[in-house]
């Protein structure tokens, strides 16, 4: 209050005192003006002013005469004044929810502002989970998963703009539904037993289990109540193994498979503690196996038969049956003992058969046979089963050979024998054996067979004559009992040399391409130029003859079936022709006869064109115009004349090469695009695979026509914070596409239409940087030239005077042309640099024990960005307590661990306590917590007491001493004191130390005990 807000100044041009004295006053409707002026002329405060108003009024100055002066309009503007940061009302908040229900509230957090400053509330959690607007009404915008959230605490700030509060901790308890029904672990088991099993020997586990979470340790919504059979089925119960989801199906009877128990169909119901049932039932299905309890039985204990020797079948059948009920009890199987043996097999139907024939000369006369009928398990019957063998004509004369084959000179005379036939019987009866006699079972007009097997030439013989050089004669061998067999004898005839052999051709001319190789003729054998046919009246060339060349060569072969083999390939430009003598001997005639071979070679398009020059290089300035030829290739080939040449230019639209080598330039080069081009190029002959390379080098003269251009058009750049003047340094990237190429080597021919290379571009540039120059400038790296953006002071982050954005423009000129503007935006991005800071230098917090409490340390951290300024505490010196009834949470909450006691001996406790943010800056602080007793036991007598006093005992008299005791520790709370009446006229007291005095006169005739 008074404090002066302005001076109005006034003057008066009257001089004296009484009308050159000037005085001021206020005029205005509001008698509530806080305000006034002095004699000195000064508006001066001298009333309460409201925040944010404005006050008008007029002013008059005034002299002795009563002269008044022009109106003056004053207005006074109050501007606020933030002193002191908000606060609370309430430092925690509670609320419970029904999970899955969205929360309606509202509940309407509470803060005052000691300057009335208008505030708004926020926090730092980002689960999303709550939501409150600027003025503290929070609503729930998201239904909670008490399966995943039971309880969240989060902190809430309230802020005035400048300063903000400690936190207030709002908590959110989720309160569960029974939303989820049991579910068993799968819809349907099938089981399988026999019906032997033991009456509670089947054991079918099952689970059954519940998604929601119990809210309390007793049986609730997610724990399985009850599970229980839903049909009347006496066989079965569910037994409980004590855990809350896995149950057993078990059987309370036995079964009996020939009684009609056959199959169960047990359905299984699961009740939670909530009352929900499982939304489908569990089907349990046991299949009751029947048992083997009856053995196999034949009809009949022995079984006989006859068979004939050489018959291979059936011999007979044995049958045996099962009484038990199931097939696969009652299946029986047959089986012959000793089987490796007996040459018998028997199927599963009992029927026996022969493995083999049987030879009544070599094998047993009769077999006696055990057979096994067995079920599945092995139970089994036997029988026996006789079979003999009888005796048949089965044996035919055999040969010794079923086939016979010689040879014979066409010159063997008549009535020659050429074989003798031997054939014999196995049968030992002369019944059956008898005598064997031989015949001939073709008509032939030169051979025949006599009864005891000769065979002999009854005719002159011709080798010349076709139907002679192959006979095939059949035979039969008769044991005179109608068994027989034949034979076959091919008799092969030998041709006589007799006729000197000779040329068809005596001189044949080839014409071969060269390199070609292998070759295949029309009609010939691969690598077979021709055949030499040579005629011989002896029809075979058995008749000695052979061929040869006569000239020693190793490109040409002769077979001795007349074939003039190639063995390499043929080269025009070596030889053209060759000639051969092929020499025709018969030296058991004695007989020569010659023939002549002229092999022609045809020249064909075999060898590769070359280039006289492996690689070209041309210098060509870029941008040029093109026009005149910039090259001339020369081009030769082995081949001669018969080729032509075409090029190509591999790879590259730049070139265009004519069929004489002459190359043209089709488009303008470009330095900055391409600085050397080597260009492949092929010449062709016209083959395929007759072509040749060579590599074109075109150097391209730089000429400076690019602008300097910068690597990025923008750059976006963090400064952190407390960087210190030059040590920001920002390197751009620049390039000038106007830059000098490398010597080449001098391997090449090099053709340079232009002279000399240039000396290449200068490559420095000038900057010039526009925007902030108060804070960076430009320095230059040594090194390469590039520009260096440097800061020029430090940066502080939480400087709300300084700016915490920079735009920079940076432009590049070499000389000639200037670049496009690199725009670089400057971010200061905030650092670590503040710890927390505790409010107070000791938290002292006083507990009455058994009590619940909840309180919350708060540090601040100057730093603003959340990621820094987020602090977590933690207790850093636990004070060597064995075990602190309190914990701290990480965010600053001191809860109790548990039921405080003050019995337990030790009341206070003093820890250090740090707060750090996440690069572990910290403070730390001693927290003090001290704890009170309660009253929270009962007195205690030690025991009881019987005492023995005479009945004249003074008033007054001690008559006994008691003993009790007290667990509450503090004085306060253990005082013992107490007052007993024991009838109308015997009163007693309890003093301290505790004694019992009579205050009246005991009588014992009266009261003999009390």
């Given at each position: ?18 009308y ?19 004699d ?9 002013l ?34 002191r940061?908000?606060f ?17 509230g ?38 909670f ?6 309880e ?70 997610g724990?399985?109540?009850?599970v ?15 855990n809350?989801s ?16 056959r ?11 909530g ?6 039932l ?40 099962d009484n ?29 058969s ?69 054939a014999?019987?196995?049968?030992g009866?002369?019944q ?13 007009d ?14 002159e ?38 006729f ?19 070759i ?28 040869e ?8 072969f ?20 060759y ?8 030296e ?15 020249n ?32 030769g ?9 075409t ?39 016209g ?17 400076n ?15 952190e914070e ?28 090099r ?10 571009i ?19 790296n ?29 432009v ?46 708060y ?5 603003e960005s959340?990621?820094?300024s987020?602090?977590?505490?933690e ?36 820890v ?33 007491h ?38 109308h ?11 019992l ?14």
């Amino acid at each position: 209050m008074d404090d002066t807000v302005v001076v109005l100044n006034a003057t008066d041009d009257d001089t004296g005192e009484l009308y050159g004295t000037v005085n001021i006053e206020i005029i205005s409707n509001d008698d509530d003006i806080p305000f006034s002026v002095s004699d000195d002329h000064e508006l001066i405060v001298n009333g309460s002013l409201e925040r944010g108003k404005n006050y008008s009024f007029i002013v008059v100055a005034k002299d002795g005469g009563e002269l008044t002066s022009e109106p003056l309009q004053v207005t006074v503007i109050v501007f606020e004044v933030n002193r002191r940061a908000p606060f609370f009302n309430v430092a925690t908040y509670s609320f419970s929810v029904a999970e899955n229900v969205l929360f309606t509230g509202p509940v309407v957090l509470q803060a005052t502002d000691p300057d009335n400053n208008q505030v708004e509330y926020f926090t730092d959690s980002t689960d999303g989970f709550i939501s409150f607007n600027s003025i503290g009404i929070v609503s729930h915008i998201k239904a909670f998963d008490y399966e995943i959230t039971q309880e969240i605490q989060i902190n809430i700030y309230v802020t005035d703009g400048e300063f903000t509060s400690t936190p207030a901790i709002l908590t959110i308890t989720v309160i569960p539904e029974n939303e989820f029904r049991p579910e068993f672990s799968t819809n349907r088991i099938e089981v399988t037993v026999n019906e032997s099993i033991n009456r509670f020997s089947l054991s079918v586990p099952f689970l059954v289990t519940d998604n929601d979470l119990d809210f309390t340790s007793e049986i609730g919504q997610g724990t399985i109540r009850r599970v229980f059979i839903t049909q009347d089925i006496p066989h079965f119960m569910v037994q409980d193994t004590l855990n809350n989801s896995f149950f057993v199906l078990t059987n309370n009877l036995t079964f009996d498979y020939e009684s009609g128990d056959r199959q169960f169909i047990v359905s299984i119901q699961a009740i939670d503690g909530g009352g929900f049932s499982a939304s489908q039932l569990l089907q349990i299905v046991v299949n009751i196996e029947d048992v083997n309890d009856n053995s196999p039985e034949f009809n009949q204990s022995t079984y006989s038969q006859g068979v004939l020797e050489n018959y291979q079948g059936d011999v007979l059948s044995v049958f045996a049956t099962d009484n038990d009920v199931s097939p696969q009890y009652n299946e029986i199987q047959y089986t012959l003992q000793d089987n490796d043996a007996l040459p018998f097999s028997i199927d599963s139907n009992g029927t026996i058969s022969l493995v083999r024939e049987l030879d009544y000369e070599n094998d047993r006369r009769v077999f006696n046979i055990t057979v096994q009928a067995s079920d599945p398990f092995n139970q089994s019957d036997y029988a026996l089963v006789l079979v003999q063998v009888m005796d048949v004509n089965e044996h035919s004369p055999v040969f010794s050979n079923p086939s016979y084959e010689l040879s014979i000179s066409e010159s063997t005379s008549v009535q020659t024998t050429i074989f003798t036939l031997n054939a014999s019987d196995a049968d030992g009866s002369v019944q059956l054996g008898g005598m064997i006699h031989y015949s001939l079972q073709t008509t032939n007009d030169f051979y025949n067979v006599t009864s005891n097997g000769s065979v002999l030439v009854i005719a002159e013989l011709d080798y010349e004559d076709p139907a002679q050089r192959i006979t095939v004669l059949r035979i039969e061998a008769n044991d005179g009992s109608g068994m027989a067999s034949q034979t076959t004898i091919t008799i092969n005839l030998i041709d006589e040399n007799e006729f000197c052999p000779s040329f068809r051709d005596r001189v044949v001319q080839v014409a071969v391409k060269e390199e070609t190789y292998p070759i295949q003729l029309s009609g010939l054998p691969e690598n077979a130029l021709l055949q030499f046919v040579v005629t011989d009246q002896d029809t075979t060339n058995s008749s000695g003859y052979a061929l040869e060349i006569l000239e020693n060569t190793t490109t040409f072969f002769l077979t001795p079936d007349g074939y003039l083999m190639l063995l390499e390939a043929l080269d025009y430009e070596t030889v053209t022709s060759y000639s051969l003598t092929i020499i025709l001997k018969d030296e058991e005639l004695n007989c020569t006869e010659n023939s002549t071979v002229v092999i022609n070679v045809t020249n064909t398009n075999d060898n590769r064109p070359f280039f006289e020059n492996e690689t070209y290089e041309v210098i060509i300035e870029e941008n040029n115009v093109p026009s005149d030829p910039i090259l001339n290739i020369q081009v030769g080939d082995l081949d001669g004349n018969i080729t032509s040449f075409t090029f190509f230019a591999i790879n590259s639209s730049l070139l265009t090469i004519l069929s004489n080598g002459t190359v043209f330039l089709i488009s303008p080069l470009d330095f900055e695009t391409e600085r050397e081009i080597v260009i492949l190029v092929i010449v062709s002959d016209g083959k395929f695979n007759s072509t040749s390379t060579a590599n074109i080098t075109i150097l391209v003269r730089n000429v400076n026509d690019e602008p300097p251009v910068f690597l990025q058009s923008q750059l976006n750049v963090h400064l952190e914070e407390n960087v210190k003047p030059g040590d920001f340094r920002l390197e751009i990237q620049i390039e000038d596409k106007d830059l000098e190429t490398a010597e080449r080597p001098n391997n090449s021919q090099r053709i340079d239409f232009f002279g000399s290379r240039d000396s290449g571009i200068q490559s420095s540039f000038n900057y010039d940087l526009l925007g902030d120059r108060d804070a960076f400038e430009i320095v230059h790296n040594r090194l390469n030239g590039n520009p260096v953006i440097v800061n020029k002071h430090e940066f502080d982050y939480e400087n709300k005077t300084m700016k915490r954005h920079f735009l920079l423009r940076l432009v590049a000129s070499d000389g000639v042309h200037q670049s496009e503007p690199l725009q670089i935006n400057v971010t200061i991005v905030d650092k670590n640099d503040n710890p927390p800071i505790f409010n107070q230098n000791l938290y002292h917090f006083n507990i009455t024990e058994n009590s619940q409490f909840k309180f919350v340390l708060y540090a601040i951290d100057g730093d603003e960005s959340p990621e820094y300024s987020h602090v977590t505490y933690e207790i850093l010196d636990d004070g060597d307590y064995d075990d602190l009834p309190f914990a701290l949470h990480s965010n600053g909450t001191i809860v109790p661990k548990g039921t405080l006691d003050y019995e337990k001996g030790i009341n206070e406790f003093i820890v250090t306590v740090k707060a750090f943010d996440i690069d572990n800056l910290n403070d730390t602080i001693l927290l003090k917590i001290s704890l009170f007793d309660a009253n929270d036991h009962y007195p205690q007598f030690d025991g009881p007491h019987v005492l023995t006093i005479p009945e004249d005992a003074t008033i007054g008299s001690v008559v006994g001493t008691f003993t009790a005791s007290d667990d509450d520790l503090s004085p306060l709370l253990v005082i013992l004191s107490s007052l007993t009446k024991l009838g109308h006229d015997v009163l007693v007291v309890l003093t301290r130390p505790p004694s019992l005095i009579a205050i009246v006169s005991l009588n014992s005739g009266s009261n003999s005990s009390f």
